[in-house]
């Protein structure tokens, strides 16, 4: 705890982007903390997530929740450390998780904090594989799309925080597993390090062909993260009573308005019917009843060595929008944090 | 049974339609019947059920199963008597259930036909009420949608087949039910006959509004008949969690391109993010062992006088094309029939 514990440096929304964010429309700012009242914690950010569902946020559009505002932080989850605590629960030292935000100090109430243990996962995984992207992935695939053995399951982004934990699931289910990933590189790691069946180079032409190709027998799941040309190439290929849970659509969020027609919506509702298909949004909130049995199952497997990630770190606060910007332009591989403190 | 009995009228697929069907995509045509080989059964049709399906049998696109081939009769399903009969389960003079297609007469094996048991409902009622439209309206709220007390539910084509059934089981489940239809007299019938809370009616403009102001705890179910402008309409009231069985599109049904841009894909999959939206398509092949159940709850409001309906006839099979023209336009009100035989 260094002399000045209250001051924090903070990135706040200087303007709300139109299309992919900018480096301009952020601003870095110092300010003074009040110090923790009753009930509250000071926490150090060591590590900071970087998420795609923050575009949402720094927009007006309606979403899961309010947007950021103008010259506030912008919206993240941290790993932190506990300088001050007036919550009995937390002592100084503690390791903890919660929504800090884009700051390198943040004061938050005691009952928005977590523990986090180290012996569970290392401090950063709590916030990829172990935290909220490998619970997604775990609910997409237990809560809503329950693949069977011999199923199909494709999932894009496949080299990201969600689609990568997906994918070894559903592996370890017993499915074919095909992943979808921008670049050689990430395709490679997919199916040597991650141990996907088959994954498909977005960036290559005749997308649609190369993925058939890969799903001699259908696609039973798709876990929609990205919308845009995978959606369509992914959906003459589904099967009768495919699943496809809606969590993200990376593609479509620097969106500035509707892509150009025509308007495909018929031709996604006439799949939806014939093939009887069912799409069902989720986000990770609505599921943290299962996250005791995620926990039991995924640091299993950590301490196995039986599931795999992959961490991009941008070293710095200051590098926070950098790190969204690219994530949100396909330039990341595998979880994207921001180290903040060391 | 007269001096012919082995000659039918049919009308067949003379060309596919473009868009709208036209008289001039029909063909009549008189035919001399196979007598019935062992196990088939020769049937007289009285009533012939015209449903909106038909339009994609018309056409070659993918769907549930394979298109009606040029020159072959028009699929469709009948009531009718048994003229004479090669399976002991059947006798002549028994009334029966089958996909006889647009044939005055026609054969089939009898295990492709039920026996109808005017008890239980009247024989044009097992084309409607009592049948595959009933059995679809009550697979999507038991199999689907599951409405609870005090849910709200929106029903587009409301006077029609499926709609009509549809929102007279959610007022009984104890749901507010908002009809959407054509004309003032067809909501009329919704409200004061089937007994629905309210009723929109398509054709006066500012439908969404209209649509907000009656259903001011927003949509927990939405039925999807129609696609189109009703389903712009209702996106923006869907609550979290709420649930689209998928039953048909017949605004898009007359397509012969994806309608002018925007794509609005983009616009409904991020609300089913957002709202965390089910949406499942649906056929009622997949529900026949709900069929016990609703057989039992239907024959049962019949009787009881509890469940309305209505039927649109059209006199004579060569009425046909024309009662699916009218149908595929909206200008038909209530199940849609063809009396072939008196």
């Known amino acids: 705890m260094g002399a000045e514990p209250y001051t924090s440096t903070r990135i706040v929304l200087k303007r709300r982007p139109r299309g992919a964010p900018r480096p301009e429309d952020f601003a870095r700012e110092e300010v003074t903390l009040d110090p923790p009242g009753e009930g509250e914690v000071l926490v150090e950010t060591l590590w900071l997530s970087i998420d795609p569902y923050m575009r949402g946020r720094l927009s007006e559009a309606p979403s899961y929740t ?7 932080p912008i919206h993240g989850e941290c790993v932190g450390r506990v300088l001050c605590s007036r919550d009995p629960r937390f002592v100084p030292g503690d390791l903890v998780i919660g929504m800090g935000g884009w700051q390198s100090r943040f004061v938050l109430p005691g009952a928005r904090l977590r523990k986090v243990d180290p012996d569970l996962a290392p401090p950063s995984a709590w916030l990829g594989v172990f935290g909220m992207p490998g619970l997604t992935a775990y609910a997409a695939l237990e809560g809503i799309a329950r693949p069977e053995q011999g199923e199909t399951v494709v999932v894009p982004a496949a080299a990201g925080a969600v689609g990568s934990v997906a994918g070894q699931l559903a592996k370890r289910k017993g499915c074919r597993v095909v992943g979808i990933a921008g670049g050689r590189d990430k395709c490679r790691f997919v199916t040597e390090t991650l141990g996907f069946d088959a994954c498909i180079d977005r960036h290559e032409a005749d997308l649609q062909a190369r993925l058939r190709a ?7 799941v798709y876990l ?3 919308g845009g040309d995978v959606l369509w190439a992914v959906l003459p290929l589904l099967n009768l009573h495919a699943r496809m849970p809606v969590v993200g659509g990376i593609a479509w969020y620097n969106l500035s308005s509707l892509p150009e027609g025509p308007d495909r ?3 996604l509702l006439r799949t939806v019917l014939i093939r009887r298909l ?3 949004g989720m986000i990770v909130w609505d599921f943290e009843s299962l996250r005791p049995a995620f926990e039991a199952e995924m640091s299993k497997q950590l301490a196995q060595g039986t599931i795999r990630f992959r961490e991009q770190v941008y070293e710095g606060l200051a590098e926070a929008p950098r790190a969204l910007i690219e994530l949100l332009e396909g330039r990341t591989f ?3 944090l921001v180290r903040v403190h060391a």
Request: proline share 12%; charged share 30%; hydrophobic share 35%.
């Open 66 to 72: 309010e947007p950021v505002r103008l010259g506030e």
């Open 214 to 220: 890969a799903c001699p027998s259908g696609i039973d």
């Open 224 to 226: 929609e993260l990205v």
């Open 265 to 267: 919506t018929p031709l």
């Open 278 to 280: 069912r799409l069902e």
């Open 334 to 336: 595998g979880k994207v």
